[in-house]
Nanobody, 123 residues
Framework: VQLQASGGGLVQAGDSLRLSCANSNRGFSGLSVAWFRQSPGKEREFVAAISWPGMRTKYAGSLKGRFTISRDNPKNTVYLQLDNLQPEDTALYYC?????????????????WGQGTLVTVSS
């Protein structure tokens, strides 16, 4: 499994971004996928997860309504739409996957991780 996260950047408060996560080795067939983030000086935190093939999603309570996770299975890509971004959303965003169709919300349940994509939100 080789995950590649992309789509981060520098934006202003209120802007939107769409992050992408691709699995270059074998796609995401049968795999659930999650996004986590880590801000400087803070622990990695769960953002959102999506089941295979995509019927179930879970979000961190504080982020639901601004962030949306989705997947395009023919394109082997999982997306994280970030809307109304705020400075406190500044973080390195990671995608992760696990050999299960069911969603999970803790980092230890995901054995495969991408390198992260940086989102910086200015006020």
């Amino acid at each position: 499994v080789q995950l590649q996260a992309s789509g981060g950047g520098l934006v202003q408060a209120g802007d939107s971004l769409r992050l992408s996560c691709a699995n270059s080795n074998r796609g995401f067939s049968g795999l659930s996928v999650a996004w986590f983030r880590q801000s400087p000086g803070k622990e990695r935190e769960f953002v959102a997860a999506i089941s295979w093939p995509g019927m179930r999603t879970k979000y961190a309570g504080s982020l639901k309504g601004r962030f949306t996770i989705s997947r395009d299975n023919p394109k082997n890509t999982v997306y994280l739409q970030l809307d109304n971004l705020q400075p406190e959303d500044t973080a390195l965003y990671y995608c992760a996957t696990r050999p299960s169709a069911a969603v999970a919300t803790t980092a230890t349940e995901y054995p495969y991780w991408g390198q992260g994509t940086l989102v910086t939100v200015s006020s």
